[in-house]
């Protein structure tokens, strides 16, 4: 990791050093902010003391981001449009990067101290979404580019129905529980097992299921909020330290030849299909094969850019081997001809299996750029496992007790904590980012409506409310801060 600032000049270190300090502020505040959504429950019912839940949920986040994968953290990355992505080593790039951490930091800060749970993951999208806006205002790109709108489109319905779906599968599980044992203790609030039995804690196969499905709710939300931060970093580190970081520096010969076989049968690909792909990609229409010197992503240039990929991996066995320059040339190939091949992917002119070919193909051409160094997913680890050990008691209170009229049951929470681990983990298959915040909360509202108990309005209210207004405040706050960051700094 030391070896980072190795030949870098003092600003480009300062910058390095803020912007990484920058992300794992927001993973810390995550912690605090959504994590105590998951031992709301466990904490409320005294199936764990507070110390010891927040400890462990800690040790399960950093597991769950240690374990999780990249699929969520390049899900976030490519909202922004791929004409940023592949520009990010300019001031621009370092521009977006601190504009929508700020913003999400601000908004996180502020519905934790009023003691809302709000969603960071809804605050992270947010701010991307504006910044990715503001970017349009600046430069040539329209608006209808300036988002990747089908990735936008298919977090924003994950993000959408996640908590409906949580607030509906809760509520018929705590229904299906009674049905099963209405007679249960398991149906009673912790006060009244105290004041009926004098005993603290619940029973022993209730206090199991709560401190597991807890502990799964930790994981499933550090494999999947934890990503979001592995997704900024490796932003952060293109940005400033592109030569480093655009490629892979640790491909082996045959990933490299895994890159260079899909780039070639990418091409095979376009040309089987070129009575149907011809127009849209221009296939044979382009006699230039070099391309344009102000290079941008247009799928019409599919073909350019293949031959300008194949030529750079000519003879290539270690990407160490290649001039810096060139390997920021080949991310933007690479970026360039994934971005091009999923715009084909949405298109009705080809068949299922077809369409099935070109995405194990995208795969394969993107394996040496979308990767992890360890060490990031260790310090977001860390940040996120030991932000959950604190300030956790002001979203514990709202969750346990504001937003039912009456106690939270055993059974209410061991409904409400599987429902949340199960949608979560689902979610982190398909490679969805979703909110902890909003799927809990909501399960728990299910399960107060399903045990009849009914809702604390003014809670509610919070809640929806914070629902509402956190993606339109934090796409302001993004893209007010990157308009203002680029009037001073570098307009």
Known sequence: MLSLF????????????????????????????????AVATVIYTKAMTPNLAVFSSGVFNFLGVLLGGVGVAYAIVHLLP????????????????????????????????????????????????????????????????????????????????SPIAGFAVAGLLLIGLKLWKPQSTMHTSPEQRAEEKGKKHPPFWNRLVLVCSAMGVSFVHGSNDGQKGIGLIMLVLIGIVPAQFALDLNSTTYEIARTRDAATHLGEFYQRNADSLSEFLALGKNTRTELPKVYRCDPKQTEATLVALLKTLEGVRNYTEVPDATRIDMRRYLLCLDDAARKVGKLDLLDSREKSD???????????TEYVPFWVVIAVALALGLGTMVGWKRVVLTVGE??????????????????AAVAIGLANV????????????????????????????????????AWALTLPIS?????????????????
């Open 6 to 37: 190795s030949g870098l000049d003092t600003w480009l270190i300062v910058s390095l050093v803020l912007a990484l300090t920058f992300v794992l502020a927001f993973e810390f505040i995550n912690g605090f902010h959504d994590t105590a959504n």
């Open 82 to 161: 791929v004409e940023l992505l592949i520009n990010v080593d300019t001031g621009q790039g370092l521009a977006m990067v601190f504009s929508l951490l700020a913003a999400a930091i601000l908004w996180n800060l502020g519905t934790w101290y009023l003691g809302i749970p709000a969603s960071s993951s809804h605050t992270l999208i947010g701010s991307i979404l504006g910044v990715g806006l503001a970017n349009a205002l600046l430069t040539e790109i329209t608006v209808a580019e300036g988002v990747n709108w089908q990735k936008a489109a298919d977090i924003g319905l994950s993000l959408l129905l």
């Open 358 to 368: 070109l995405e194990k193909l995208r795969k394969d051409l993107t394996a040496t």
């Open 402 to 419: 504001k937003i039912g009229r009456g106690g939270m049951t055993y059974a209410q929470g061991m409904s409400a904590q599987v429902t």
């Open 430 to 465: 398909f490679s969805l980012p979703v909110s902890t915040t909003h799927v809990l909360s909501s399960g728990v509202a299910g399960t107060m409506v399903a045990n009849r108990s009914g809702l604390q309005a003014g809670t509610v209210r919070n809640i929806l409310l």
């Open 475 to 491: 796409m302001t706050l993004a893209a007010g801060l990157y308009l203002l960051v680029n009037f001073i700094f570098i307009n």
